[in-house]
């Protein structure tokens, strides 16, 4: 990933954690990591960054704040909220995608 490609991926992150929403067109992800597909390394990752972001941000640190993702019509939404787990849901937890 080039740096100013993390720039972008870290802005959208700061998006999340901002107005609790973001999309990424999902082949553009794809082209970031230089990867054929979303492989579980690429959601490693992006969890990874996702918690950079949450320790950058006063207040949010205290708090247990799981980053979640829905695959739309060549899009992921990453959304973060309570209340947005149930069996069955869209959007599924980023922990979930980066386990091996």
């Keep these: ?12 992150l700061e998006e999340v954690a901002d107005v609790g929403c973001t999309i990424i067109r999902r082949q553009r992800l794809i082209h970031w990591y230089g990867q054929q597909r979303l ?3 690429v ?3 992006i969890h990874a960054k996702w ?3 949450v320790e950058a941000i006063q207040g949010l640190e205290d708090k247990n704040i799981q980053l979640f993702a829905g695959e739309g019509d060549g899009t992921i939404a990453l959304v973060w909220g309570e209340g947005l787990t149930s069996d069955g849901s869209w ?3 980023i922990s979930e ?4």
């Design 1 to 12: 990933m080039l740096p100013r490609q993390a720039s972008e991926l870290l802005t959208h």
């Design 39 to 41: 492989t579980v390394g």
């Design 43 to 45: 959601w490693r990752d």
């Design 51 to 53: 918690l950079e972001v």
């Design 91 to 93: 959007l599924k937890p």
């Design 97 to 100: 995608f980066s386990r091996s």
